[in-house]
């Protein structure tokens, strides 16, 4: 076995963003069926698609300390959504880079658990992983998406591609691309 990973869970007030469990499976493929949640990706999940993903976000945590995170509410222990730091696959214009997601089950939004959740991940990103920047993107019109990336103070860089993971026949192929850099995170933060 390679050296000691010390895994990172970043707790906020409300949120504790964690390492996932077997009982994440059931609210996480729930979430991923969700046509509203979903309403920007090109289709609702599968049980076995969510399962890979869940498999996939584990054990990039487990072998590297951080990743997306599991988030439940503290004193509820429910889950309520995934937030996180990512290495795409897909060839976007920032590659290489480290992006900033969340998805959030539907009984979730508008409690700002988002811009807490990503405030805690954004902070382990340029703190303890030293990222110099980190983007976000999203579908043009994803308009909670894009706002939460303006409470967060990333900036719209005005850059529009087309992501390679989405079929040139969708509506949902151009996506915008923001980012933060660590020197304007701290600027905010100070
Ligand atoms: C994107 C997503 C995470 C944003 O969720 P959200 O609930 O809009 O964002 P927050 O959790 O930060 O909550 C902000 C809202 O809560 C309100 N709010 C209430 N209490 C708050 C608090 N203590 N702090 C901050 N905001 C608070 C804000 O006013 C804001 O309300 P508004 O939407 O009416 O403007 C969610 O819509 C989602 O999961 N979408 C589906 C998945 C998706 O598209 N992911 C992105 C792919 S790129």
Known sequence: MGEDIKIIEPRTERLQLRQWTPSDRDPFAAMCAD?????????????SESDSIVENCQSFIAENGWGVWAAELIGSTEFIGIIGLHIPSADVPSSPCVEILWRLARPHWGHGYATEAASAALKVGFEQLNLQEIVSFAVVNNRRSRALME?????????????PDVPASSLL???????????????NSA
Not at 151 to 163: K, Y
Not at 173 to 187: A, E, G, R
Request: aromatic share 12%; proline share 2%.
């Open 173 to 187: 192929q151009q996506h915008c691309l923001y980012n933060i850099s660590k020197v304007n995170w701290l600027t």
């Open 35 to 47: 046509s509203q949640v979903m309403e920007y990706f090109p289709n609702t999940l599968s049980r």
């Open 151 to 163: 409470r967060l103070n990333m900036i719209d860089t005005g850059e529009v591609f087309a992501h």
